[in-house]
Nanobody
Framework: VQLQASGGGSVQAGDSLRVSCSVSGRIQSSDRMGWFRQAPGKERDFVVAKYWSSGYTYSADSVKGRFTISIDNAKNTVYLQMNSLKPEDTAIYYC?????????????????????WGQGTLVTVSS
């Protein structure tokens, strides 16, 4: 599985932005797709995740109501729609994929539970 993230950029606080993750290779309906972010000098943090087939979704509290993950099966693309952006959302955003099925949130939100990673796309939000 290969992941290619794109769509990052510089925006103002309150703006919206959508980043994309193109997925190629072997995709299983049970696969779990996730978005993580890493700000300078900080650890990589969980943002959102969604199962490719079931649509079951998990979100970090910091982005609930503002960020949405969606999957376009026809295009093999995962999107992260970010609304009401804040300066603290500034980070490199990474898409990730896992072939393991679990509904334990502690595992879903852990970067170590994802086997495949994209290269990241930078999102900068200015006040």
């Amino acid at each position: 599985v290969q992941l290619q993230a794109s769509g990052g950029g510089s925006v103002q606080a309150g703006d919206s932005l959508r980043v994309s993750c193109s997925v190629s290779g072997r995709i299983q309906s049970s696969d779990r797709m996730g978005w993580f972010r890493q700000a300078p000098g900080k650890e990589r943090d969980f943002v959102v995740a969604k199962y490719w087939s079931s649509g079951y979704t998990y979100s970090a509290d910091s982005v609930k109501g503002r960020f949405t993950i969606s999957i376009d099966n026809a295009k093999n693309t995962v999107y992260l729609q970010m609304n009401s952006l804040k300066p603290e959302d500034t980070a490199i955003y990474y898409c990730a994929a896992s072939e393991k099925t679990t509904h334990l949130r502690t595992i879903v939100v852990s970067p170590t539970s994802y086997e495949y990673w994209g290269q990241g796309t930078l999102v900068t939000v200015s006040s």
